[in-house]
């Protein structure tokens, strides 16, 4: 008897199943959005040291502390293109909720790992909340090459943000885990920072991904922005910005090719001339006109 994947690639999905996601994606990304409002706002009373989202990165700066302002801008954009995820699981096109249903497992694990790190981040488990991390990196990892050619506005809410998120955030929670404010710890972050542009650049020049390179864009934006107001006197912000700028340039010149109908080398994309057997059918309609 075969064993059901939830993870596998799918030319159609049964009933029941589009059935169960269409109830978990909505939930768990409830979960999320209900989590994330109450924890902005308030502390977590079941411990004493207990901080809301953004005030636990105010209370520990690190070389990777991100500007609150434009993260929480980006998580507002984030979750509200995910509801255009879940509407296309609703789609009357079926190519389109086949599409959709691919990743529904791997979407609804983010937002359980999401939830959980809210849960253990605000209390100030640390280490709890960075293996929530890592484990949410494998899963988008294994969705962003697994489930390509996704439909724009499922590519992005469902993989691209989430991923470019994860990456950010191992970062900023691993900085804070080992307490990475002295001057060792910012030279070692110096380096480590660039370990982001080749994560970067390497995925949006090798899938040509705009999508995945403007989130990331966002994200060093606010990387950039906080390390220049912590330190002005300092390489982290440099570093920071000319990410951010190259990520830009990146995103913006493979809008232009899609645009334009060329490949990443900017030259134009040709399509294939049919073959002999696909165009028998149509010399066979000709001759019957």
Known sequence: MAIYNPFARRESHSRSSLSTYRVLVPLSWLLVVVLGIYYTVNSPHDVKHGHKIFNQGHTHIT????N???TEIYWVLLLLTQLSYV???FSNDAAIVNAAANVGTHFILNNLFTAAWILLWTRGHFWG???MLIANYVNQHAAYWRHRNLPTFVHLSAVAGPYAWTLIALFWN????VNSNSFPARIVANIFIWLIFAFGS??????QDDLLGYC???LTLALAVKQLAIKVIALQWIFAFVIFAVFLVESIYLSSTKYYGRDSLFCRIVEPEPTDREREPLLNNAANV
């Open 174 to 177: 691993g900085a804070v885990a």
């Open 202 to 207: 390497t995925h949006i020049m090798a899938t």
């Open 63 to 66: 070389p990777f502390s991100l």
């Open 68 to 70: 609150t302002t434009i």
């Open 129 to 131: 909340s960075e293996i």
């Open 87 to 89: 509407y296309h699981l």
């Open 216 to 218: 990331l864009t966002f």
